[in-house]
């Protein structure tokens, strides 16, 4: 094929993966957290089925769906969360027209009653906080939906969020005590 293999790992070698796809938070955590885009059913049961290898302790969930968007789609990704992870937190993503609590409580339709297997947090910044909070040792944490947008979307406002600074920021209090 003609591809010079040692001139292609130098290529890459710097290469640190696309900005909200799988993308690693690690500050020396003794848990793995993974920031991803995934926003459909079956981009979500692949992260969570790739996911599930990084740990052996528990695979715990955080996802929402975007308002005004396939409603269709909402109680199939509770299905897969449900099915996938140890533990789910259900929460708002961009819910823009549409009010959080009833796009929670579509995916929840897909999640069936809730047990101690999952959750409602409608706001994302406690639901990451409370899933970085219950995270053990060997635990995975995959943070769902948002992946690269540094928005979320209320209605006639965008406020500026980002997974990755929040879960930055819930791991480095975790890690000081905080």
Known sequence: MG???????????GFSGVRGRFESVNLGQGFSVIVDFAH???????????????????????????????RTKRPRMGAVSRELADFTIVTSDNPRSEEPSAITA???????PVDQAWTVILDRRSAIRHAVAMAAPGDVLVIAGKGHETYQI????????????EARQAIGELMKGV
């Open 3 to 13: 591809l010079d293999l040692e001139w292609a790992a130098e290529m890459t070698r």
């Open 154 to 165: 209320f209605r006639d406002r965008t406020i500026h969020f980002d997974d990755v600074e």
């Open 106 to 112: 579509e995916i929840a339709a897909g999640m069936g």
């Open 40 to 70: 459909t059913p079956d981009s979500l049961r692949n992260v969570l089925v790739a996911a599930r290898k990084l740990g052996d302790g528990k695979l715990i969930s955080v996802f929402g769906c975007g308002g005004d968007r396939d």
